[in-house]
Nanobody, 121 residues
Framework: QVQLVESGGGLVQAGGSLRLSCAAS????????MGWYRQVPGKQRALVAA???????SYAASVKGRFTISRISAQNTVYLQMNDLKPEDTAVYYC???????????????WGQGTQVTVSS
């Protein structure tokens, strides 16, 4: 079974840093675009950062300059380094892959289970 497994969330004070990790598990040959989204209660899930297989990145305006997305394609792993965290960054963060090429075929629109990030003021 193919899945995305996130780790690294937690509680941090404003101005602090956290690093989220997301590993694709299962028989996976490659991953296409991957990204991190976040969601707070009562609001839609929103894109935070994305990265292509070649390493091109994009960021939401609210995190640009503070967050960095990276990936190790050979390990089908993506990271989100979050610096200078603010209380408004508090949310559940989800890892996402557009497409995963697996041993049994193509799997699309894959989500992780989410990891809570809480930033205290």
């Amino acid at each position: 079974q193919v899945q995305l497994v996130e780790s690294g969330g937690g509680l941090v004070q404003a101005g602090g840093s956290l690093r989220l990790s997301c590993a694709a598990s299962g028989s996976i040959f490659s991953a296409s675009n991957m990204g991190w989204y976040r969601q707070v209660p009562g609001k839609q899930r929103a894109l935070v950062a994305a990265i292509t297989p070649s390493g091109s990145t994009s960021y939401a305006a609210s995190v640009k300059g503070r967050f960095t997305i990276s990936r190790i394609s050979a390990q089908n792993t993506v990271y989100l380094q979050m610096n200078d965290l603010k209380p408004e960054d508090t949310a559940v963060y989800y890892c996402h892959a557009d497409r995963l090429l697996t041993g049994t075929g193509l799997v699309v629109d894959v989500w992780g289970q989410g990891t809570q990030v809480t930033v205290s003021s």
